[in-house]
């Protein structure tokens, strides 16, 4: 498992051993480490919120964590955050664009400007509403 021994958090502990100490190690000692290595690293994020909720007699307990990701991404990891970000800009640019129509049609209606007579989406009464 040469791979292991690239991992940041590995080479980074053995980097602060002597060479001869170093290859003392097996892969399953190695990879022992990095478990216990990783249980540590979760403290490092932008946006940590963490809280128990007790519900009855049991108690559950919540974890958010949110930060920049600095781990190396597999190609299907990399397509599909690619895709996340593609939806949720869609989404996104979607929901201005709908706010700003709205906002158009309601500044529309508000001049008193009668595109199609007899028509309407109902949308400026309703708004008018509830103003009043």
């Known amino acids: 498992m040469a791979d292991l021994?690239?991992?940041?958090?590995?080479?980074?502990?053995?980097?602060?051993?002597?060479e001869d100490i170093q290859?003392?190690?097996?892969d399953e000692q190695l990879m022992h480490l990095k478990i216990a290595i990783?249980?540590?690293?979760?403290?490092?994020?932008?946006?940590?919120l963490r809280g128990v909720i007790k519900l009855f007699k049991y108690r559950y307990y919540y974890v958010f964590l949110?930060?920049?990701?600095?781990r190396k991404l597999t190609s299907q990891e990399q397509k599909v955050a690619k895709f996340g970000?593609?939806?949720?800009?869609?989404?996104?640019?979607?929901?201005?664009?709908l706010i700003i129509l709205?906002?158009?049609y309601l500044a529309k209606s508000a001049l008193g400007i009668d595109m199609f007579s007899g028509f309407s989406f109902g949308?400026?009464?309703?708004?008018?509403?509830?103003l009043n």
């Open 123 to 130: 949308l400026w009464d309703w708004f008018n509403s509830l």
């Open 102 to 104: 709205v906002t158009l």
């Open 85 to 97: 970000q593609a939806v949720i800009l869609s989404v996104a640019v979607s929901f201005v664009i």
């Open 66 to 70: 949110a930060g920049r990701n600095r």
């Open 5 to 18: 021994r690239d991992d940041p958090a590995i080479r980074s502990l053995m980097e602060r051993m002597p």
């Open 38 to 48: 990783g249980a540590r690293q979760w403290g490092n994020h932008a946006v940590d």
């Open 23 to 26: 290859d003392t190690f097996t």
